[in-house]
């Protein structure tokens, strides 16, 4: 539903694209839990739809929520490949998608993506976030963007996650390839939204 404010149409708080329902079902049937929080899901939508031309990636479907979220927002003329190495979670994600060639579930290793990129938008949400942040970035194109999620706020520069300094962060926000930033996604989470550099 769409509602008007000062002349122009908004989607309600409440509007949840029904592709991300349907995601949401496959993860309770399959006892997902880590699936993307909707204020994160609303940068992932935001993201693909400044992109309506390019391609886009994901790492990590899980039971595709994420997935939809991207999906909301993507052009007639862009193609969404996403990767993951369960393989039943693959399975029941494609399903949400089945209808849409514009989509890939891929299975396996998250370097699957390789043969897929560059991507103009690429939210790493599994496989690489990790154990290869340098690579992660390689798959962008210039001036493409990535989007991080599932940090915890930190109050101090260099940022900290408990006791230590958080290296995992620090090397996104601080990689010489990247302009980065960490924003909010709710009080107790955060994301690393990065552009590669031109």
Same mark, same amino acid.
């Given at each position: ?43 992932? *939508? $935001?993201?693909?739809?400044?992109? /309506?031309?390019? #391609?886009?990636?994901?790492? @990590?479907? &899980? ?47 998250? *370097? $699957?993506?390789?043969?897929?990129? /560059?991507?103009? #938008?690429?939210?790493?949400? @599994?496989? &690489? ?48 390839? $990247? ?20």
């Amino acid at each position: 539903m769409f509602t008007t404010k000062g002349g122009f149409a908004t989607m309600t708080e409440r509007e949840i694209p029904h592709r991300v329902v349907a995601a949401e079902r496959v993860a309770s049937e399959a006892r997902f839990t880590r699936s993307c929080i909707p204020e994160v899901g609303r940068l992932l *939508r $935001l993201a693909a739809a400044a992109k /309506p031309y390019g #391609v886009i990636a994901e790492s @990590g479907t &899980g039971s595709g929520v994420g997935t939809a979220w991207l999906h909301s927002g993507l052009g007639a003329g862009a193609r969404l490949v996403t990767v993951e190495h369960d393989e039943e979670l693959a399975r029941r994600a494609a399903g949400v998608f089945a209808d849409d060639d514009r989509v890939s579930v891929l299975t396996g290793d998250w *370097r $699957l993506l390789e043969q897929h990129a /560059p991507f103009d #938008v690429f939210f790493c949400d @599994g496989g &690489g976030k990790r154990d290869d942040p340098d690579g992660v970035v390689e798959l962008l194109a210039p001036g493409g963007l990535l989007i991080l999620d599932d940090f915890t706020p930190s109050p101090h520069w260099p940022p900290r996650f408990g006791d230590e300094m958080d290296e995992l962060r620090l090397s996104y926000l601080m990689h010489p390839a $990247l302009d980065a930033t960490e924003i909010l996604t709710t009080p107790s989470s955060s994301a690393v939204v990065a552009a590669r550099r031109l």
